[in-house]
Nanobody, 124 residues
Framework: QVQLVESGGGLVQAGGSLRLSCAAS????????MGWFRQAPGKEREFVAA????????RYADSVEGRFTISRDNAKNTLYLQMNSLKPEDTAVYYC?????????????????WGQGTRVTVSS
């Protein structure tokens, strides 16, 4: 069992930066692939970024490629999402998720554990 708690969301102006963190409990965190998803009001949850257990093979949605960076620190059981050059369309609730099989996938239903989300609002 893994419990995930996101933090770091907030209000930022367009062009600004935020770093999201996801603290995980459980000794098997380091074996899971991890991902970030987001959900804007009235929209479906969408993939943002994912990373393998080793920290390799980061994968990004086209909409955030070059602006966002996913990383993890297995010693601290923490996943990060550095978000730069933020745009109003990045406004959403951001969720971290864990995938037991270790695969870097973009489909939400493949993930086994989810956090409660942290809200990011980007003003124009």
């Amino acid at each position: 069992q893994v419990q995930l708690v996101e933090s770091g969301g907030g209000l930022v102006q367009a062009g600004g930066s935020l770093r999201l963190s996801c603290a995980a409990s459980g000794r098997t965190f380091s074996s899971y692939a991890m991902g970030w998803f987001r959900q804007a009001p009235g929209k479906e949850r969408e993939f943002v970024a994912a990373i393998r257990w080793s920290g390799g093979m980061p994968r990004y949605a086209d909409s955030v490629e070059g602006r966002f960076t996913i990383s993890r620190d297995n010693a601290k059981n923490t996943l990060y999402l550095q978000m730069n050059s933020l745009k109003p369309e990045d406004t959403a609730v951001y969720y971290c998720a864990a995938e037991k099989g270790g695969a870097v996938v973009t489909i939400p239903s493949f993930y086994d554990y989810w956090g409660q989300g942290t809200r990011v609002t980007v003003s124009s």
